[in-house]
């Protein structure tokens, strides 16, 4: 068991550091601003994703979060306040309570056993109780699909791919590839 949690630490740390670099380099405008019809955006990300690892991985396994989240306490979570940074929240802010997030639950993975109880409060009550392990694979899960998303945002507001881009080729290739890819698109619109 504490190789899986060291293997699930490490793809968790990875995927965390992933969407922190996503913010690297932008303007204060271009980490907030809605990039989806659905208003996805990277700080918001950043912020969504803290709240998820204090929530599954400190309240729901019996180790209280180190601070209070403004939007959990007064229900406003509901209306998807913590998918984006209000004006008042700098980024500095939202990074460093993702940070404390990590070290919370750094301190969980080192303390508990996969198979430890845990209780999901606003889920079903006939769901409600599972383990350390499923949420440790549930917030790692939900960290790399958001980290996806965070790369695609990123590339639509400046064209930045993710880490592996230069890997597979230079502008070059991916004006080449891309044609390509449209070009099949075409023969069937």
């Not at 490490?10 to 405008?29: D, K, N, T």
């Not at 499923?134 to 699909?145: F, I, Q, W």
């Amino acid at each position: 068991m504490d190789a899986i949690a060291a293997d699930l630490h490490r793809y968790l740390q990875e995927e965390r550091e992933s969407v922190l670099a996503s913010l690297s380099g932008l303007s204060e405008y271009d980490i907030r601003r809605p990039m989806t019809p659905t208003a996805t955006n990277l700080l918001g990300l950043v912020k969504h994703l803290a709240g998820g690892e204090l929530g599954y991985l400190g309240d729901c396994v019996g180790r209280p979060a180190p601070v209070r989240l403004p939007w959990v306490e007064d229900g406003s979570i509901w209306d998807s306040a913590d998918m984006w940074a209000t004006a008042e929240q700098s980024r500095e802010e939202l990074v460093e309570l993702y940070r404390t997030a990590w070290r919370h639950t750094d301190e969980s993975i080192d303390r508990l056993p996969l198979d430890a109880p845990a209780s999901v409060p606003w889920w079903p009550q006939e769901r409600r109780a599972t383990t350390f392990g499923s949420l440790l694979v549930r917030v790692t899960a939900e960290t790399a699909h958001h980290a996806g998303h965070a790369d695609i945002v990123r590339e639509l507001i400046d064209g930045r791919g993710g880490a592996d881009r230069e890997d597979i080729g230079d502008t070059a290739w991916w004006d080449t590839y891309r044609a390509r890819v449209q070009g099949a698109a075409e023969r069937h619109r």
